[in-house]
């Protein structure tokens, strides 16, 4: 049986309040309308026509600050979302939002349709850089959203952006550290993008933005995933989906580094070799160790890490230990992200 699945309702920027500097949703919004209620109920259902034997399946409403539209909007999609959850065909209701779009009246009326989890769009703690990106919020009202969202009960999710205006690795694992401090349930994170017609665009025209190296986004990324995991709090998304927009040939140029279609494996290779690299680096020091011959298991989730995207692991590990030969492994019992390294007679 399949844990888990998300049916993704898109919902345009019909309310958000502010333009950051990274955002084209605006512009996005002009030309798509808010989907109508029999738009939603016929998606959900052919969604559901898909999912089978699933343990828990959730209605998430996606790309947009969805508690910053219209309360009387709001209420006409979560009635939508509450029937199907009260008949049971679905387990929970999932929304996203900005930190600033979170008060009492807005709790009550989640929490009045059986809301189970919040993802607050935080992108970053530092407040220099929240105003060089224009949030329109500083970092005192993540704070206070994220206090009120759990204090309804409700699951709470951060949304994290590294290599905004003013980012650096510090900046990056400083809100790594408050992410943790807050305890949510998830965590998802996003290299930041260079999108046509937004102020960030024009900034990287001007020369004021460079964005991050593929080695600089990746390593950022990687620091920042490493302490989340290790914190317990499931990090459900790294990187962002392949769109035409982010395709274009042009977008391609600029955003070499933070967009990959497969960025949470680059992450994960990488986190899989500085770990898999620490443990030969004890053994092979070791001059008591006469071994050449080693097996390198990891978990059937983290098995492609082991290889590594188009072999990359496997060609690093040769090149840095030319005298020692690898022999690689699944093994059920190891939970992902871990490895182990044991010399072979």
Same mark, same amino acid.
């Given at each position: 049986?399949?844990?888990?699945?998300?049916?993704?309702?898109?919902?345009?920027?019909?309310?958000?309040?502010?333009?950051?500097?990274?955002?084209?949703?605006?512009?996005?919004?002009?030309?798509?309308?808010?989907?109508?209620?029999?738009?939603?109920?016929?998606?959900?259902?052919?969604?559901?026509?898909?999912?089978?034997?699933?343990?828990?399946?959730?209605?998430?409403?996606?790309?947009?600050?969805?508690?910053?539209?219209?309360?009387?909007?709001?209420?006409?999609?979560?009635?939508?979302?509450?029937?199907?959850?009260?008949?049971?065909?679905?387990?929970?209701?999932?929304?996203?939002?900005?930190?600033? *779009? %979170?008060?009492?009246?807005?709790?009550?009326? /989640?929490? +009045?349709?059986?809301?189970?989890?919040?993802?607050? @769009?935080?992108? $970053?703690?530092?407040?220099?850089?929240?105003?060089?990106?224009?949030?329109?919020?500083?970092?005192?009202?993540?704070?206070?959203?994220?206090?009120?969202?759990?204090?309804?009960?409700?699951?709470?999710?951060?949304?994290?952006?590294?290599?905004?205006?003013?980012?650096?690795?510090?900046?990056?694992?400083?809100?790594?550290?408050?992410?943790?401090?807050?305890?949510?349930?998830?965590?998802?994170?996003?290299?930041?993008?260079?999108?046509?017609?937004?102020?960030?665009?024009?900034?990287?025209?001007?020369?004021?933005?460079?964005?991050?190296?593929?080695?600089?986004?990746? *390593? %950022?990324?990687?620091?920042?995933?490493?302490? /989340?995991? +290790?914190?317990?709090?499931?990090?459900?998304?790294? @990187?962002?989906? $392949?769109?035409?927009?982010?395709?274009?040939?042009?977008?391609?140029?600029?955003?070499?580094?933070?967009?990959?279609?497969?960025?949470?494996?680059?992450?994960?290779?990488?986190?899989?070799?500085?770990?898999?690299?620490?443990?030969?680096?004890?053994?092979?020091?070791?001059?008591?160790?006469?071994?050449?011959?080693?097996?390198?298991?990891?978990?059937?989730?983290?098995?492609?890490?082991?290889?590594?995207?188009?072999?990359?692991?496997?060609?690093?590990?040769?090149?840095?230990?030319?005298?020692?030969?690898?022999?690689?492994?699944?093994?059920?019992?190891?939970?992902?992200?871990?490895?182990?390294?044991?010399?072979?007679?």
């Amino acid at each position: 049986m399949k844990k888990h699945a998300i049916i993704p309702v898109f919902i345009p920027h019909l309310g958000c309040p502010h333009t950051c500097v990274f955002c084209d949703q605006k512009q996005i919004t002009a030309r798509e309308k808010a989907p109508t209620k029999d738009e939603v109920i016929s998606f959900i259902e052919e969604w559901l026509t898909t999912l089978t034997d699933v343990e828990t399946v959730e209605i998430a409403f996606y790309g947009g600050s969805f508690t910053a539209i219209p309360l009387s909007m709001q209420k006409e999609y979560l009635e939508i979302a509450k029937e199907y959850k009260d008949a049971g065909r679905i387990q929970k209701i999932h929304l996203s939002t900005r930190p600033d *779009a %979170i008060d009492k009246e807005i709790m009550d009326n /989640l929490k +009045a349709y059986s809301v189970d989890t919040v993802e607050l @769009g935080v992108q $970053s703690f530092d407040d220099e850089v929240l105003r060089i990106s224009e949030r329109g919020h500083d970092s005192a009202a993540v704070y206070r959203a994220a206090e009120l969202i759990k204090s309804y009960g409700m699951e709470l999710g951060i949304q994290l952006m590294i290599g905004l205006p003013g980012d650096s690795m510090k900046s990056c694992l400083y809100s790594v550290d408050e992410t943790i401090k807050l305890a949510p349930s998830l965590a998802r994170l996003y290299p930041t993008l260079v999108l046509p017609g937004t102020e960030l665009y024009a900034m990287y025209e001007r020369g004021d933005y460079t964005p991050l190296t593929r080695e600089e986004a990746v *390593a %950022i990324t990687a620091a920042m995933y490493r302490l /989340l995991d +290790a914190a317990g709090i499931y990090v459900m998304r790294v @990187g962002l989906k $392949s769109t035409d927009v982010i395709n274009s040939e042009r977008l391609g140029e600029i955003n070499s580094g933070t967009y990959h279609p497969a960025f949470r494996q680059l992450v994960e290779d990488y986190i899989a070799r500085e770990k898999i690299s620490s443990m030969l680096n004890q053994i092979t020091k070791n001059r008591l160790c006469k071994h050449k011959k080693f097996l390198v298991k990891g978990s059937p989730s983290w098995a492609s890490s082991l290889s590594g995207h188009n072999g990359d692991n496997k060609k690093f590990f040769k090149e840095k230990y030319p005298d020692v030969e690898l022999v690689f492994e699944t093994d059920d019992s190891l939970p992902p992200g871990k490895f182990t390294v044991t010399s072979i007679k």
